[in-house]
């Protein structure tokens, strides 16, 4: 026969449950640490801020001069009949895609700093560039009172 401690039965008796020890270990509070770490790291990471450009013949096609400072993905698509490719350069940065042929796409993402860029088509040894495929962008800080502005505003 087993005996029941006084405790034991008294729980048993009452038909509720005896509360559960909250068991606090270090493994459990590095687990929340790490969590609350995770959560607010990944809410501070920027999202890239997305330009259209649009290639064609000896023309650079984008929704606007300005960009704000950060991250910016440039999603090129070249609509004209031959090769382009599109390059950034200015304060420090020096980078483009790959040749683009016709009708097909390309993702140029960099981190722009306040300040005056040149974008435009260097193929053919930048004739394409020297033909009307280039274009000057600013980039403004990236606080949300420097919103772009079209062209030609």
Same mark, same amino acid.
């Given at each position: ?67 704000? !400072? ?14 382009? !490719? ?57 606080? !949300? ?9």
């Amino acid at each position: 026969m087993d005996l029941m401690s006084p405790e034991d039965y008294f729980w048993e008796r009452s038909r509720t449950r005896p509360p559960t020890k909250l068991i606090i270990t270090k493994d459990r509070i590095m687990i929340r640490i790490l969590i609350v770490v995770a959560f607010a790291a990944s809410s501070s990471v920027a999202i890239a801020q997305s330009v259209s450009v649009t290639l064609t013949e000896w023309k650079i096609g984008l929704p606007s001069d300005t960009v704000r !400072a950060g991250s910016v993905s440039f999603d090129v698509k070249n609509t004209g009949s031959m090769t382009h !490719a599109f390059y950034v350069r200015g304060n420090g940065v020096d980078k483009g895609t790959r040749e683009i042929p016709a009708n097909q796409s390309a993702t140029l993402t960099l981190t722009l700093k306040p300040g005056t860029y040149e974008v435009f088509c260097p193929m053919s040894e930048e004739s394409h560039k020297m033909a009307g495929m280039a274009r000057k962008i600013v980039v403004t800080p990236g606080d !949300a009172s420097s919103a772009p502005k079209p062209p030609g505003s």
